[in-house]
């Protein structure tokens, strides 16, 4: 059984940095492309990052130059390293990975599973 468990949120001020990761288990995730996503309160949920097999990135723009997304085949681990963090990163983030795909995606109906989030706060 696939299962994603995210872990690291918590709570920041504006300038500071997280660092949260997923640790995947059920099978071997090397092949696939691992993503993370976000969803504010009363918002529909958006695409962050995400990094192919190969360690190709991509970045939504509102994160480029801050965000770094790393992954660990070995450990079966994704992280996403968080710089200069700004109230409007407050949301929950999730760990997706796709077996349907082998190029980066930004859309949620290309990932099949789902970590149950992690909540990151930036507030003073």
């Known amino acids: 059984q696939v299962q994603l468990t995210e872990s690291g949120g918590g709570s920041v001020q504006p300038g500071g940095s997280l660092r949260v990761s997923c640790a995947a288990s059920?099978?071997?995730?090397?092949?696939?492309?691992m993503g993370w996503f976000r969803q504010a309160p009363g918002k529909e949920r958006e695409f962050v990052a995400a990094?192919?097999?190969?360690?190709?990135?991509s970045y939504v723009d509102s994160v480029k130059g801050r965000f770094t997304i790393t992954r660990d085949n070995a450990k079966n681990t994704i992280s996403l390293q968080m710089y200069s963090l700004k109230p409007e990163d407050t949301a929950v983030y999730y760990c997706a990975v796709s077996q349907l795909i082998h190029y980066i995606s930004s859309r949620l109906s290309d990932y099949e599973y789902w970590g149950q989030g992690t909540q990151v706060t930036v507030s003073l």
């Open positions: 990094i192919s097999s190969s360690a190709r990135t």
């Open positions: 059920g099978r071997t995730f090397s092949p696939f492309v």
